[in-house]
C-alpha cells in the first residue's frame, strides 16, 4: 500500500452522538491521500459500536481498554502512523472540506515551518462558554510564526484538533508526554524550545464543538493551575538559559502587576531563587508598598532601567495591550526584551 500524505490521530472514548460526524468529515476531505486512525481507548459500547459502522479502506481503528490518558491514546496512534504529516482531530469536532489539502500544501511549500493551524470556529450553547470563545478569538488572531512564538506564556497558542505538523518532528519530540499536565500544551511549549516555528493559515479550518462533558471541562489536566505550572515550568527554564533575574551579573528582571494571578507567579519565580526588582503598577494605592520584599513601583521605572527584562501577568486582553503598547513605546520588543503571561 502507497504511503499517506497525511495521518489523522482520532482519539475517542465516549462520543456517540458526535464521532460519526467527525469521521466522516475527515473521510470528505478533498485531499484524498491520507489515513484516519481512530483511536477507541476504553470506549463505551454505543461510541465503539457507531465508530465500527463506517467502512472505507482509509479507516484504520485500534482499541485499548487500558491507556489511562489522550496522551498515551495518541502516542499509540502515531506508533502506526505513516503519513508524513500527522494530523490531529478529536471526536467533537467537525474538520472543513479542504482543511488536509490546505494544511499539507503548507507544510510542502515551506519547510523552515514544522506546524499548520487555522482559525478555528467556536460553537456552544452553554451559558458560561464566553472564557472559551474569547480563547479561540485570541488564538485566532495570531498568524504569523513570530507572533505565535512570542504569546506562547499567554495561554496555549494553538487549539490542539487543529494542527498539522511533521511526522518527523513530532517523533523527535518524543510525541505527546503524559503527566498532570495539558498535553497538547507541552507539546508546544517543548516544539518552541527545540527552535521550531508553527504559522496559522487565514482560513476555517475545524469547528470546534463545546459541551458539558468535553475533556478541556472535566478533566483536572485542563484546569487553569495546571497551565500555569507547565508554563512556569518551561518559562524558568528559558530565563535562566537567558540569565535573567539570576544573580548580579545578570540581567535585571522587573514584573508587571500585583494581582491575586500575579502574585502567584512572582511566588513561583523567587521560590526558583530569581530576583524581582521591582513590581510595577498603575493603582495609586499600591505604589510604595513592598510585596513579597520586592518594592512597588510606577511604569516608569523602566525608563530609567532600559536593559531590564518584563514580565507581565496583569490579565485581560485590554489591559495586555495597553502594556504592550507602554512597552512598545520605551523601545522594547517582545521576546527580546518582555512576555506577557496572562
Not at 477507541?40 to 485500534?62: F, G, H, M, P, Y
Not at 515551506?110 to 487555522?118: A, F, M, R, Y
Not at 497558542?157 to 495539558?182: A, D, K, N, T, Y
Not at 533575574?245 to 531563587?273: E, M, N
Request: glycine residues 6%; contains cysteine.
Amino acid at each position: 500500500m502507497n504511503r499517506p500524505l497525511v495521518s489523522v490521530l482520532l482519539p475517542v472514548k465516549s462520543a456517540p452522538d458526535t464521532v460519526t460526524a467527525a469521521i466522516q468529515s475527515i473521510l470528505h476531505q478533498t485531499l484524498r491521500t491520507f489515513e484516519l486512525i481512530v483511536i477507541c481507548n476504553q470506549c463505551d459500547s454505543e461510541t465503539k459500536s457507531r465508530v465500527l459502522q463506517v467502512s472505507d479502506a482509509r479507516l484504520v481503528v485500534i482499541e485499548y481498554n487500558h491507556l489511562a490518558s489522550v496522551a498515551l491514546a495518541l502516542n499509540a496512534g502515531l506508533a502506526l502512523a505513516r503519513g508524513q504529516f500527522i494530523a490531529r482531530m478529536d471526536a467533537d469536532d467537525v474538520s472543513c472540506p479542504e482543511r488536509l489539502e490546505l494544511q499539507a500544501a503548507a507544510l510542502s511549500k515551506n519547510e523552515s515551518i514544522q506546524l499548520v493551524s487555522g482559525l478555528v470556529r467556536f460553537e456552544s450553547r452553554l451559558a458560561d462558554a464566553r472564557g472559551f470563545k474569547r480563547y479561540v478569538d485570541w488564538q485566532n488572531s495570531l498568524l504569523g510564526a513570530s507572533e505565535i512564538y512570542a504569546n506562547r506564556y499567554v495561554e496555549s497558542p494553538l487549539v490542539h484538533p487543529s494542527i498539522m505538523m511533521r511526522s518527523e518532528c513530532l517523533r523527535q519530540l518524543c510525541g505527546w508526554q503524559e503527566g498532570g499536565f495539558p498535553e497538547d500544551y507541552d507539546l508546544w511549549l517543548r516544539f518552541f524550545a527545540a527552535g521550531h516555528r508553527a504559522v496559522r493559515l487565514p482560513v476555517t479550518v475545524l469547528v470546534w464543538n463545546d459541551h458539558q462533558d468535553r475533556l478541556t471541562r472535566v478533566d483536572s489536566r485542563y484546569l487553569q493551575t495546571a497551565f500555569t505550572r507547565i508554563k512556569m515550568q518551561h518559562l524558568i527554564k528559558e530565563l535562566q538559559a537567558r540569565q535573567i533575574g539570576t544573580g548580579l551579573d545578570c540581567r535585571s528582571l522587573v514584573f508587571w502587576g500585583a494581582g491575586r494571578y500575579a502574585r502567584r507567579i512572582i511566588r513561583l519565580l523567587q521560590d526558583a531563587g530569581f530576583q524581582i526588582e521591582a513590581l510595577l503598577e498603575v493603582h495609586p494605592g499600591r505604589i510604595g508598598q513592598r510585596i513579597h520584599g520586592i518594592p512597588v513601583v510606577t511604569p516608569g521605572h523602566i525608563q530609567q532601567d532600559r536593559n531590564s527584562f518584563v514580565l507581565s501577568g496583569v490579565p485581560g486582553i485590554i489591559a495586555r495591550t495597553e502594556i504592550e503598547d507602554y512597552l512598545h513605546a520605551s523601545g522594547r520588543q517582545a521576546v527580546r526584551d518582555y512576555y506577557c503571561l496572562a
